[in-house]
């Protein structure tokens, strides 16, 4: 069973950073596609960004391309987030998620395995 838990999340000043991070237990994350959505009280959740098994394709939600940049290594069982200058409308609890077999896809209902979040706060 895979087991996947976020890091990396806290309070940040507009246009600070942070690099979330999605570590996974149980299972090689070698054989997932890995994406990262986000929820913010009241509103659905989004898809951010999904990476391929190899990071040799990568997608980005209009929202965040060009801010936002998915990553993964494979040794370390971990994929990350890097999020640069962030806006106070990123504000939100963030979550990676692994789908299997391995492609990226829009749909959250087809992603089979979920971390719990960690949440990012943009705020002055």
Known sequence: ??????????????????RLSCTASGVSLDYFAVGWFRQAPGKEREGLSCI??????????????????????????????????????????????????????RSEYEYDYWGRGTQVTVSS
């Open 1 to 18: 069973q895979l087991q996947l838990v976020e890091s990396g999340g806290g309070l940040v000043q507009p246009g600070g950073s942070l």
């Open 52 to 105: 391929t098994i190899n990071g040799g394709s990568t997608n980005y939600a209009d929202s965040v391309k060009g801010r936002f940049t998915i990553s993964r290594d494979n040794a370390k069982n971990t994929a990350y987030l890097q999020m640069n200058s962030l806006k106070p409308e990123d504000t939100a609890e963030y979550h990676c998620a692994a789908i299997y077999p391995p492609r990226c896809v």
